[in-house]
């Protein structure tokens, strides 16, 4: 008996999709952050303009200074508020830091039921903030 429920266990187990949890959700924003922060470093480090891309239906961020990709998981809905002109140029899906730090901002939400995150990018300082958002 005992063999036959160990037997469904391991048959049914893997079956049932395993959400997001709140605290998971925390450090998936702590991730974008950390690699939207290392976006801006490298701008002010090598006094040139780097370009965060921000592809929210695939709920993909992609690190314009090493190319570092963060796919985040299909339970996660992914918002983006992104500025549509950068200086005097149009952009699409980026978030632009400049070499004095400073940036055309943006703010990412990260949201599952009951649970949502967003990170702040301060158009002006270029710094970058995750707050507990809504749901």
Same mark, same amino acid.
């Given at each position: 008996?005992?063999? %036959?429920?160990?037997?469904?266990?391991? %048959?049914?187990?893997?079956?049932? =999709?395993?959400?997001?949890?709140?605290?998971?959700?925390?450090?998936?924003?702590?991730?974008?952050?950390?690699?939207?922060?290392?976006?801006?470093?490298?701008?002010? @480090?090598?006094?040139?303009? *780097?370009?965060?891309?921000?592809?929210? =239906?695939?709920?993909?961020? *992609?690190?314009?200074?090493?190319?570092?990709?963060? @796919?985040?998981?299909?339970?996660?809905?992914?918002?983006?508020?992104?500025?549509?002109?950068?200086?005097?140029?149009?952009?699409?899906?980026?978030?632009?830091?400049?070499?004095?730090?400073?940036?055309?901002?943006? *703010?990412?939400?990260? @949201?599952? =039921?009951?649970?949502?995150?967003?990170? @702040?990018?301060?158009?002006?300082?270029?710094? *970058?903030?995750?707050?507990?958002?809504?749901?």
């Amino acid at each position: 008996m005992l063999a %036959i429920i160990a037997l469904l266990a391991a %048959i049914v187990l893997p079956a049932i =999709p395993r959400a997001t949890s709140r605290a998971r959700l925390e450090a998936y924003a702590l991730d974008v952050a950390a690699l939207i922060t290392q976006d801006r470093n490298a701008a002010v @480090r090598g006094r040139t303009q *780097v370009a965060t891309r921000v592809v929210a =239906p695939a709920r993909l961020i *992609v690190s314009g200074s090493n190319g570092r990709q963060l @796919r985040l998981p299909d339970d996660v809905a992914v918002d983006a508020l992104l500025a549509a002109r950068c200086g005097d140029r149009p952009v699409v899906g980026t978030i632009n830091f400049f070499a004095t730090g400073s940036s055309c901002g943006g *703010v990412i939400a990260l @949201r599952r =039921p009951g649970a949502g995150y967003e990170v @702040r990018v301060n158009w002006l300082t270029g710094g *970058v903030e995750v707050v507990a958002g809504t749901p």
